[in-house]
């Protein structure tokens, strides 16, 4: 029913690329509400999966793409118990985590997105 209402959000007229890049910011989005990772899950991944099959899209596609942006966003110190581990034994600095992790979710996405429209 989630899912359903979700739909309302999405624009007219996407393709199948543009499908999966829509769930793929959703789920980004989505991940930041979430500090632990297998919590983020439980709730993301059905949601996901349940709008990917009213789109037609691929299931096996969606839950790997779901699962690598789940995994890859590590912008802040908790999306990750280990970067917050670290960070609270001042191993690195804030900024260089958000260098890092800025970086990591970018390309994780990028690729995800990709993987998910060329090749699974």
């Known amino acids: 029913m989630l899912a359903e209402q979700l739909m309302s959000f999405l624009p007219d007229g996407f393709d199948d690329f543009g499908n999966i ?3 793929a910011c959703f789920t980004f989005v989505l991940r930041f509400l979430f500090v632990v ?3 983020s899950m439980i709730i993301i991944f059905p949601i996901v999966m349940n709008y990917a099959d009213i789109l037609d899209l691929s299931v096996m596609s969606s839950a790997f793409l ?4 789940i995994g890859g966003v590590t912008i802040l110190p908790i999306h990750s118990s280990t970067t917050f581990l670290a960070f ?3 191993a690195f ?6 260098i890092v992790g800025s970086y990591s979710s970018i390309v994780i996405p990028v690729i995800a997105i990709t993987w998910a429209t060329l090749i699974w």
């Open 21 to 23: 890049v829509y769930i």
């Open 37 to 39: 990772l297998s919590t």
């Open 66 to 69: 779901v699962i690598m942006i």
């Open 88 to 90: 609270q034994k001042n």
């Open 93 to 98: 600095s804030l900024k260089e985590q958000i």
